[in-house]
């Protein structure tokens, strides 16, 4: 440690060659070495963005599919606690949101709808036979239509899957189908 503080003051003396004027300090950074650490921020910046922005988008990619299973999960769950075959979780994929639809007094009215973030599209929705992209559970949370899966995408190609058990209704958010 001695010797950088020693190499630090000879460098300052000989780049000042001895000459102090009043209110001038000898310590401190040149202009040209400001300018390379930032030019070597830069570059390191530059080359790091490409992995963070793959990464930030997998995050949402793998966050929407944990919301989406979530959401699912507390149909169900309403389902079998209120003995209530009517609730559901309806998806669109045009909109790119799902609503719950959990109010047992007026069901075609009442819902809580949730958009997917920038970047994550739902891109695939199947149920059952039904053609709709809708998922209701039995009081005994089995769902009605039967099982499905919802797939998720990022515009980069990754995918996500929310997959519902037909027998069981078991609801899991994974990377493979």
Known sequence: MAVIAEYCHMRTETRNAGVKEPGWTTAGFTLAEVISVACIMAIVSALSWPYLAG?????????????????????????????????????????????????????????????????????????GSSPLSRLTFSATGVPVEGGGTVRLETASGDKYYVVVTPVTGRVRARATQ
């Open 55 to 127: 990464t930030l988008a997998h995050y949402r990619l793998v966050t929407s599919a944990q919301e989406i299973a979530s959401a699912i999960r507390l149909v169900q769950q309403r389902a079998i606690t209120e003995s209530f075959a009517g609730y559901y979780i309806n998806f669109n994929a045009t909109l790119n949101r799902y609503e719950l639809h959990l109010d047992k007094d007026d069901l075609l009215g009442s819902f809580e709808r949730r958009y997917l973030p920038k970047g994550v599209k739902i891109a695939y929705v199947k149920f």
